[in-house]
């Protein structure tokens, strides 16, 4: 299957993951590269096939819960039979409240599931408390990083 595409998907209680998953595929824009964003909420799982790489920006909700606007989506995700997603690079970004037992639960499901399907992650996932601002720069620049390397390698 020839993959094509990035993506960066987020999952939101509150609009914060919605801003952080903005404000990366701007930066991704700005290297040259298309990326689409969207709510999980509008993503069918099956389209997860055609993309080369997929960023995932995701809440957990109360004590491990996904957002409202993920649930439907971690669901389907949860079901991918294993290596259905060979050849999907992703990463994820996890944000919740460290004062939950299970803290970041969403991102860490999401994250287990991608790699179940055969995806391949880029780096190690972030699970981010309540102060965002400086784990998530640290993530993104990472994340860019890895992606200006893909680009050159392309144009080599």
């Known amino acids: 299957m020839n993959r094509k595409g990035y993506m960066v998907l987020y999952g939101t ?5 919605e ?3 903005v404000e990366l595929q701007e930066d991704i824009r700005e290297l040259g590269i298309e990326c689409g964003c969207e709510n999980v909420f509008d993503v069918d799982v099956a389209q997860l096939d055609s993309l080369e790489k997929v960023f995932v920006i995701i809440s957990t909700w109360g004590d491990g819960d996904p957002p409202d606007d993920a649930e439907d989506f971690c669901e389907v995700l949860s079901k991918v039979n294993e290596n259905r997603l060979k050849g999907l690079d992703y990463a994820v970004f996890a944000l ?5 037992e299970l803290f970041c639960e969403c991102g860490k499901q999401v994250d287990k599931y991608l790699s179940f399907a055969g995806a391949h992650a880029l780096m190690d996932r972030v699970d981010c408390d309540i102060d965002i601002d400086e784990p998530f720069r640290e993530w993104k620049e990472k994340l860019l990083s890895i992606l200006r390397e893909c680009v050159s390698v392309v144009e080599a």
């Open 19 to 21: 801003d952080l998953a």
């Open 96 to 100: 919740g409240d460290s004062g939950y």
């Open 13 to 17: 209680q509150t609009g914060t993951a």
